[in-house]
């Protein structure tokens, strides 16, 4: 069992709140468009691995598999709760993905054990020294020629999304997403080519999607 850190913060923001994650986030964050996209940019093939880093209640990998049925999926997270909620929804619709409880900065994988390391909505979650070891652990896991994707807040693109982010997301652990610094954390974690493949509005702020390889 993991053992989480005092000021680990769950899938939900907090425990109680854990009935309305599913909910909230398919109207809010327009999750199913974000969430296509995303799975568009990332283009996975069929037969590869493909680690979903903090996967919440595995929407993400359950879509995923619908697209690639051949796809070897896990979905990795620290919060035990959200977690029996993944692997509930996967029995249900009969997915074979595979959970493990582990925290983004300690990954319980062998080097080179992905061809895909997805991280959607999760890293804005961390301070900074713990986004990098999370990509640092991140592309530790990928094989050769191996990509990394990543959905998360990114620096508002029209005033409604600056008024959100003035209102609702003026902590610590959001600077450098808010501040566009990304795509810096992920070249200081070891990757090459950083790409961007646009943003994305929603009521709750501007999402960034960013790619890169392992070399």
């Known amino acids: 069992m993991t053992h989480r850190h005092a000021d680990y913060i769950p ?21 199913r468009t974000l969430r296509t996209r995303f799975l568009d940019l990332a283009a996975i093939e ?10 919440g209640t595995a929407t993400l990998l359950l879509m995923l598999k619908q697209r690639c049925p051949s796809a070897d999926l896990v979905g990795v997270d620290g919060d035990a709760k959200v977690l029996a909620i ?8 009969s997915a074979a993905i595979h959970f493990d409880e582990a925290l ?30 999370a990509l ?30 003035r209102t609702l997301h003026r902590g610590k652990r959001m600077a450098d997403n808010l ?11 070891g990757f090459a080519r950083v790409e961007h493949g646009g943003p994305l509005n929603t009521v709750l702020g501007t999402f960034i ?5 392992t070399a």
């Open 11 to 31: 899938a939900a923001g907090h425990d109680f709140l854990l009935p309305l994650y599913d909910p909230v986030l398919r109207v809010l964050f327009r999750e």
């Open 46 to 55: 069929a037969g590869q691995r493909v680690l979903d880093l903090g996967c």
């Open 86 to 93: 993944a692997r509930a929804k996967a029995k249900k619709q």
């Open 104 to 133: 983004a900065t300690q990954l319980p994988y062998a080097d080179a054990s992905f061809d895909r390391v997805l991280c959607s909505a999760m890293l804005h979650h961390l301070t900074r020294d713990e986004k990098v070891q």
């Open 136 to 165: 640092r652990e991140s592309r530790r896991v990928l094989a050769r020629g191996g990509s990394f994707h990543l959905v998360d807040f990114g620096p508002p693109q029209n005033a409604f999304a600056l008024r959100v982010v």
């Open 179 to 189: 501040d566009g610094r990304l795509p810096e954390l992920m070249r200081e974690a």
């Open 209 to 213: 999607y960013l790619s890169a390889r």
